[in-house]
């Protein structure tokens, strides 16, 4: 069984920073695109930052320059370095990534469970 499984998240104050983590695990034959998209309250999920397989890296305008995607093909992992946090960048974050697993034999997008961001002001 393919599972995306998140690590990092919880509370900073305005200007902090925080890393989040996701590796993957189970029976995976490969991995496209990893990245992370975000939920706040009352809101619809947006991409925060994604990245190919080979390092091409894409960023929502909102965290480009504050925020720092980096994934690890060799260990199936991505991670999201994010710096002065605002207020705004409160809410939950998902893993998501185009994994290829050997059941299915295709390409299928794969979700975390989430982890919450709160950044008090």
């Known amino acids: 069984q393919v599972q995306l499984v998140e690590s990092g998240g919880g509370l900073v104050q305005a200007g902090g920073s925080l890393r989040l983590s996701c590796a993957a695990s189970g029976s995976i034959v490969s991995i496209g695109a990893m990245g992370w998209y975000r939920q706040a309250p009352g809101k619809q999920r947006e991409l925060v930052a994604d990245s190919t397989s080979g390092g091409s890296t894409n960023y929502a305008g909102s965290v480009k320059g504050r925020f720092t995607i980096s994934r690890d093909n060799a260990k199936a992992t991505v991670s999201l370095q994010m710096n002065s946090l605002k207020p705004e960048d409160t809410a939950v974050y998902y893993c998501?990534?185009?994994?290829?697993?050997?059941?299915?034999?295709?390409?299928?997008?794969?979700w975390g469970q989430g982890t919450l961001v709160t950044v008090s002001s």
């Open positions: 998501n990534a185009n994994i290829q697993a050997v059941s299915t034999g295709t390409y299928l997008q794969r």
